[in-house]
Structures are given as structure tokens and as C-alpha cells.
């Protein structure tokens, strides 16, 4: 396949690309920190989304040292941010793990490594994962987490409500934060049904201890209501895109 050929030379061709996100806290509407989203910039076919060539990446292996290079230019990055705007709480990262980067039995003592080159504090990075990760997969994913944890890692469920309907494996991990998926947040101001799932999901996580991030928000009346339910972080068009790492740095500048 023509794409896997291409994708096995892009991370040396330095084709690959991180878009920074902001996460704001909703309690006072500033930056938290960035979610980092691959992109392709393909020599023929432009910005390639990471929906279509994380599966080749994954199927191939070569999800392995893709990851590896988002993680530690992500954590470098934010190191840069931590050390250029001291008068704001240092900035955080979410970077996503796929199934396949989850199950390498090196992946903390990797992330160590990470950490120690760029750096940057455990404290400081927030690992995002799908629920099917824990559920696929749960004794080994019980002890990466704990070996994360070891870092100061905090551990992010992401797309929340979009897998699977059993919520036991909650109870069996240490999750930091549920991510709400954006198709909830989505017409959450003119159905009542989304509304009260939104709503529902944050109190439940409230009362096992986590952290709520809502994403895709786009509008200033889902902003709102979020508020109201004390949903703690959100991420959406309405306060940015995902950014280039210039924009992101003038993004901080300006909101300092
Ligand atoms: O940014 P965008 O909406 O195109 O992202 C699409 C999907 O790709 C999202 O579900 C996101 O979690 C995933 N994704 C983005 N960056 C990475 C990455 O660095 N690693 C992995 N495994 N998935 C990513
Ligand atoms: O699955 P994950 O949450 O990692 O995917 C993040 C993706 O969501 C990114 O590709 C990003 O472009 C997209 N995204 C971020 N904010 C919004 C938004 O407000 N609306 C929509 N439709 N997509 C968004
Ligand atoms: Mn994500
Ligand atoms: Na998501």
C-alpha cells in the first residue's frame, strides 16, 4: 500500500505535525493546557487527518515510534511554554495512546525517559485513552495505570459514552478525568435528552472523584450550561481550533 510506504518516511522526512488544542478551565475561561493532535502534511495529498492514517499505523507497528516522537515533541513543547509564562500555573498536556502504544510492556520506563530528556514533571502530562483500552485489555491496562500514576501521570478517558454501556470497569481503574465526547455537547442547548446525559455524566464523575473535560464546545449556551453543572475544563471551536505551535504560543502571549 502505497500510504503505509509514505507513512513509513514521513516521521524522518519530518512530514509529521502537532496541532495544539487549548483546554480551558471553565471556572475562569483560561487556558489549563493543550490537547496534541497529529497531522500529516503529505507531499501529494496535503493534510491527511489522523482518523485515516492512525489505522495504517496502528496495523503496521509503526504507531510504536510515531507515538514516541508525539510524546516527546509534545512534552518538549510544553516544557518551552512552562518556561517562557512563569506568571501562569504551568501549562499541561494531553497527548492520546492508541491500544497498540498501551500494550508495550516498556511504555512507562519509555515515557520516563520522555520525561527525564524534555524535562518536563509527570505532574505536568495527562495520557488520553479510549475505554475500550481498559475494557479490551483490563489486567494489563490495571498495571500500566498504576505505573503511570508512579509518574504523577493523570489518566484521561477519552470520547466518554461513545463505547461501551457497562461503567464497572470505572470503579476498577484510577481514572483522572472523563472526556465527554462532542456528540453529546452537540445540540445540548435544544435537546433535553443531551442536556440531562451531559448533566448526569458530570455529577456521576463528580461523585467517583474525577474530573470532567467537555469536548466540541461551540457555542456560549453550551458553554453555560456546562458551567452551571461546575463541568471543570472544555475544549471546542468556540475558544480555538486546534493551533500550529506558533499560534498556540501567541494564543498563551495574548492571554496572559
Ligand atoms: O484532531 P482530529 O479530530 O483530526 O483527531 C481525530 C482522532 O485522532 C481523535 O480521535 C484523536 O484522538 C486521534 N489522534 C489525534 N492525535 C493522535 C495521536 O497523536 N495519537 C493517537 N493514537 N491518536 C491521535
Ligand atoms: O477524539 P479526540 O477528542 O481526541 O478528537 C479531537 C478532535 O476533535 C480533533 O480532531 C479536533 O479537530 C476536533 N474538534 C475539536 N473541537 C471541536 C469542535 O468544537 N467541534 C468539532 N466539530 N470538532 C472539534
Ligand atoms: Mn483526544
Ligand atoms: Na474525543
Known sequence: LQLENDLRRAVERQELLIYYQPIVSLHNNRIRGF???LRWNHPTRGLISPEEFIPVAEETGLI????YWVLHQACHQTRIWQEQFTAIPPLTINVNCSGKQFAQSDLTKQIDRILHETGLNGVSLNIEITESILIENADLAAKMLLQLKNLGIQLYVDDFGTGYSSLSYLHNFSI???KI???FIKRMGS?????????????MA???NMNVVAEGIETSE???QLQDMRCEYGQGFLFSQPLQQEAATALIQSSV
Not at 510504536?64 to 507515538?67: Q, S
Not at 435537546?191 to 455529577?203: A, M, S
Open 191 to 203: 435537546t433535553n435528552q443531551k442536556y440531562e446525559l451531559v448533566y448526569t455524566i458530570t455529577q
Open 222 to 224: 453550551q458553554l453555560r
Open 176 to 178: 483522572d478525568a472523563l
Open 206 to 208: 463528580h461523585n467517583l
Open 35 to 37: 490537547e496534541a493532535l
Open 64 to 67: 510504536i515510534p510515531i507515538g
Open 181 to 183: 465526547d462532542r456528540s
